[in-house]
């Protein structure tokens, strides 16, 4: 069941249609973890962690990306993998994005969030701090399987006032 009942009274076709567009939207996005293609990190935006780290602070943010096999689900295992000695985690916001964006003016950009979603983000720390002193890409540090841990989706408007 939808969840959607029809009064005796006329239904407005079109209304219908975008009432029912919008469900089956919602659904699908509860499967973002089989439906994404990228996962889109923004590294260096907590000037706290940054300096903990003894990064400095960007003047813009910059981007990296993860596969999608980093996803973990809600109540999977986290893999701590043997190339490693130094596993840090950080608790992030995900942003879900419904529908394909390129361009999007910023007034529009709210528009294409479909939801989020608690994740967390895992690191292997000495394996980054490596690769920077060489002057080399880090991914190796940030894209091993099971490094992107994700709870439930929780749709975007739950959360609009």
Known sequence: SSGI???????NTLQHYYILN????????????????????IGRNYA??????GNNIPS???????PTTCY???GG?????????????????????GKKMSKVPKEEVMSHVAGYSVTIDVTCRDLQEK???ERKPWSI??????????????????LET
């Open 48 to 53: 706290k962690h940054a300096a903990e780290l």
């Open 22 to 41: 919008l469900i089956e939207c919602m659904s699908a996005m509860k499967d973002f973890v089989k439906q994404s293609t990228k996962i889109i990190c």
């Open 60 to 66: 813009e943010p910059f981007y990296f990306i993860k």
């Open 131 to 133: 690769c920077k002193a």
């Open 77 to 97: 295992n986290i893999i701590y993998p043997d190339i490693t000695n130094n596993l840090h985690h950080e608790l992030e916001l995900g942003v879900i994005i």
């Open 5 to 11: 009942t029809q009064s005796t009274g006329s239904f």
């Open 72 to 74: 973990v689900e809600d």
């Open 141 to 158: 540090s940030k894209c091993l399987d099971t490094h992107c841990a994700v709870g439930p989706f929780i749709p975007a408007e739950k």
